[in-house]
């Protein structure tokens, strides 16, 4: 069974923090997402990789960095997190278009 | 840019009855539709992924079939179950799988 887990499962941080939501996964997948998922808006893809070194910009970049240090290894960064990043975050790991997902972080920014 | 257009909001059904969820989608490029299935407290799982063009994919009891001339990949099921209440989104990639566009999302909750 194709393995994703997310870290931190749930997160409450304050307007101006740094916030880190880390993913990980055992597939040996290439590609990587990350995506928020809000009511009214569905799934929004925020980065993706397609391997260790790489990122790159989804539909919803800003506010967001991301990094790739290894096939295995995909974190999300909010440098300045505000309310507006409030969500439930999904890592997938994808291998021709059937994505894995995560459990998911729920962010709240108080 | 590309986007994906679906049924929106929700869909209450009574169990036994045909569904359809309606998926249109545009983009400048060729590409692959999926749909994911969603159910609550649950990571988004593949439910299908399109074929070539007027091909029909089947998996669980769904079909969608892919139409490049309407840009269409309208997810049916010819008798709906209790356990198929869920989110539905339909999605778009590039060739390389890098990049995806989801839908809104629909809520299919069926009733006894």
């Known amino acids: 069974e194709a393995a994703v887990t997310q870290s931190p499962r749930n997160k409450v941080a304050v307007t101006g923090g740094k916030v880190t939501l880390s993913c990980n996964q055992t597939n040996n997948h290439n590609n990587m997402y990350w995506y928020r998922q809000d009511t009214g808006h569905g799934l929004r893809l925020i980065h993706y990789?397609?391997?260790?070194?790489?990122?790159e910009k989804g539909d919803i970049p800003d506010g967001y960095k991301a990094s790739r240090p290894s096939q295995e290894n995909f974190s999300l960064i909010l440098e300045l997190a505000t309310p507006s990043q409030t969500s439930v975050y999904f890592c997938?790991?994808?291998?021709?278009?059937?994505?894995?997902f995560g459990p998911g972080t729920r962010l709240t920014v108080l | 840019g590309d986007s994906v257009t679906q049924t929106e909001g929700l869909v209450t059904l009574t169990e036994g009855l045909p569904v359809m969820l309606n998926c249109t989608y545009q983009t400048a490029y060729s590409t692959f539709l999926f749909w994911y299935v969603q159910h609550l407290n649950e990571a988004p799982k593949l439910l299908l992924k399109?074929?070539?063009?007027?091909k029909r994919t089947e998996h669980q009891g769904f079909h969608a079939t892919l139409h490049k001339s309407s840009s269409s990949f309208h997810l049916q099921k010819s008798s709906v179950q209790l356990s198929d209440s869920a989110l539905y989104y339909c999605?778009?990639?590039?060739?390389?799988?890098?990049?995806?566009?989801f839908g809104k999302g629909t809520s299919l909750t069926v009733i006894p």
């Open positions: 997938a790991s994808g291998d021709r278009g059937e994505q894995y």
């Open positions: 399109s074929s070539t063009d007027n």
């Open positions: 999605a778009l990639s590039d060739r390389g799988y890098q990049n995806f566009y």
């Open positions: 990789s397609y391997g260790a070194g790489s990122t």
